[in-house]
């Protein structure tokens, strides 16, 4: 919010001689600057006001003059006025332009100086048009990451300018340590400023109050995701997939509805994996790139960060130009088969289910197979045993065999019997060969309807 000095040569009009009227002064006040009041906040032509004491300084900057005596009540007295006086309704996101320091960009490249309305961003760098290309800066991505995954990146950090979550994913850079990939976050809080906030993907899955600190903000960065697998995700996802408003919730303040624009970039030295949600929604939500290894002879220089900040503008039009392309492809990231790859490697880690159906010598596909539900896990439990994997519990075991049964060509049914004749659930088209014990059953063998017994 701007500084605006005035010399009255004349008493103003709120001051009558002995006391000031409080309406008048935030008329002129608000007559003077570009103020708007949405929801809970203070917007300017320079964006989200953060801190309210810039514009209590202000305000006391004009009184101080005329008031003696319960200036800061009477200060209180007028920021509770311009609540009311500068209130709008609403002010929607605006995805289709950048507020930068001097100007505003649209997405279709026309540019334009003027600053004349309240907005909900403003970034703090220049549009240069012609500003050198950030030779530093890609050399350091060179040397970070694959040249095919480069791209992914320019597209995300372009996508973070704007206010929209259309692209539906976070991003994960994850490596072994010491790669340098967390002097990307400490660029960018520069070239976002106030529009980013340092942040924990595990806090916001586990605290219901810690979505609302993320209100109005366009990035959060993790900068080093804790490894714990995350107790549950709804929390997370409903931010990476937010369209519209959301309930929002401050301690000891009833729920409302706001914005949420923020997309999350994290850096970490494992997967973001998820202790209960093994689902596509969990995993379909990410991008995930992983770092080349840090050469052994590397010295690391101290200032990156800083020299980086002087390509700040070239930066701006790099990403301004991968925002551009993700525009074009209707918000469809670029991703490489390399990261492709790692990500269905990653899905499989975390979804060890999957990597027990994918197994040999444990189950036996095939049309005139059967196999119940208890004795399926039963050999699920000792395929992670005997590869140092924690089993999932049995309602979720079965929870992804019913969601997937097209996908491992089973089919689920209420209708199978044991060797006693008791109906059992379980599943046809796949059958066990062992039991924890590792032995063979002949003791219990399953039969199916026509009473034809079958292996298991």
């Known amino acids: 919010m701007g500084k605006i000095i005035k010399l009255y040569t004349t008493d103003p009009t709120w001051y009558d001689g002995k006391a000031i009227s409080v309406p008048q002064f935030c008329q002129e006040f608000l007559r003077e600057r ?4 949405v929801g809970n906040s203070f917007f300017t032509e320079d964006g989200l006001l953060s801190d309210l004491s810039i514009l209590r300084r202000q305000i006391f900057e004009e009184l101080a003059p005329y008031v003696k005596s319960g200036v800061s009540r009477k200060i209180d007295n007028i920021v509770n006025l311009l609540k009311l006086q500068a209130r709008v309704d609403d002010q929607p996101p605006q995805t289709d332009r950048i507020h930068v320091l ?7 490249g026309t540019f334009t100086k003027e600053k004349n309305e309240t907005v909900r961003s403003r970034f703090p760098v220049r549009y240069d048009p012609d500003a050198k290309p950030p030779e530093r800066w890609l050399k350091f991505l060179s040397e970070l990451l694959w040249p095919e995954d480069i791209p992914t990146v320019q597209e995300f950090i372009g ?6 979550n259309a692209g539906q994913k976070m991003l994960l850079i994850k490596g072994n340590g010491g790669e340098g990939k967390s002097q990307i976050g400490n660029l ?24 609302a ?5 366009h990035l959060m960065i993790d900068d080093d995701t804790r490894l714990e697998a995350l107790k549950q995700t709804n929390y997370v996802k ?11 919730e401050r301690k000891g303040q009833q729920s409302y509805q706001g914005w949420m624009t923020a997309r999350i970039m994290a850096f970490s030295n494992g997967n973001l994996a998820s202790l209960y949600d093994q689902s596509d929604g969990f995993f379909r939500r990410q991008l995930i790139l992983e770092t080349k ?35 074009k492809n209707h918000f469809q990231f670029t991703v490489s088969d390399r990261a492709r790859l790692v990500w269905e490697t990653v899905k499989k880690e975390a979804n060890n289910i999957e990597l027990f159906m994918d197994s040999t010598g444990y189950i036996i596909r095939g049309s005139d197979h059967s196999a119940s539900t208890k004795k399926l896990y039963d050999t699920y439990c000792s395929w992670c045993d005997a590869n140092a994997y924690s089993p999932v519990k049995q309602k979720t075991f079965s929870a992804h065999l019913n969601a997937n049964t097209e996908k491992y060509g089973i089919q689920s049914t209420n209708h199978l019997f044991d060797a006693r004749g008791k109906e059992v659930r379980g599943y046809k088209g796949i059958s066990s060969i062992v039991y924890p014990s590792g032995c063979i059953s002949e003791e219990l063998q399953e039969v199916n309807s026509d009473g034809i017994p079958f292996m298991d």
Not at 102 to 108: E, F, S
Request: proline residues 3%; contains cysteine; hydrophobic residues 40%.
């Open 293 to 327: 290894r840090k050469p052994q002879d590397r010295i690391d220089d101290p200032f990156l960060s800083e020299k980086f900040c002087e390509e700040l503008e070239g930066i701006f039009l790099w990403a301004f130009e991968g925002l551009q392309r993700l525009v």
């Open 34 to 37: 570009h103020l708007a009041y």
């Open 159 to 164: 996508y973070c300018l704007i206010p929209s």
């Open 238 to 248: 409903s931010i990476v997939t937010a369209k519209g408003k959301m309930d929002l």
């Open 102 to 108: 001097n100007g505003t960009l649209y997405l279709d």
């Open 188 to 211: 960018l809080s520069v070239l976002f400023g106030i529009n980013a906030k340092n942040g924990s993907v595990a806090k916001v899955s586990e605290n219901q109050f810690a979505r």
């Open 213 to 217: 600190d993320l209100e109005h903000i």
